[in-house]
């Protein structure tokens, strides 16, 4: 079993920046794509940023190119989303995900595994 745990959630201005961290444990494959969704009140899950095991392949949701940045270490087995120039509609529960294969997918039921998920709420 594996067991994701997500931090760096929290509250922040319009404009600002908070840096998520996900941890993974347990027994990990020995490689797999890691990814974020979130969550806002009263929508469906939506991918956000996925990256591949070797770190080389990158996707992004078009609402967040730019200003989000995901990257890994794979020795700490943590993947990583830095949120810039943040915006209200951004606010969301975010999931941190992992999937068993090496290569990134964009939608939720393709991931094997999830975290708790940390709260971004961005004030305007």
């Known amino acids: 079993q594996v067991q994701l745990v997500e931090s760096g959630g929290g509250l922040v201005q319009a404009g600002g920046s908070l840096r998520l961290s996900c941890a993974a444990s347990?027994?990990?494959?020995?490689?797999?794509?890691m990814g974020w969704f979130r969550q806002a009140p009263g929508k469906e899950r939506e991918f956000v940023a996925g990256?591949?095991?070797?770190?080389?392949?990158?996707y992004y949701a078009d609402s967040v190119k730019g200003r989000f940045t995901i990257s890994r270490d794979n020795a700490k087995k943590t993947a990583y989303l830095q949120m810039n120039s943040l915006k209200p509609e951004d606010t969301a529960v975010y999931y941190c995900?992992?999937?068993?294969?090496?290569?990134?997918?964009?939608?939720?039921?393709?991931?094997?595994?999830w975290g708790q998920g940390t709260q971004v709420t961005v004030s305007s």
């Open positions: 995900a992992l999937r068993n294969a090496k290569v990134v997918m964009t939608m939720s039921r393709y991931y094997d595994y």
């Open positions: 347990g027994r990990t494959v020995s490689s797999y794509a």
């Open positions: 990256i591949s095991w070797s770190g080389g392949s990158t």
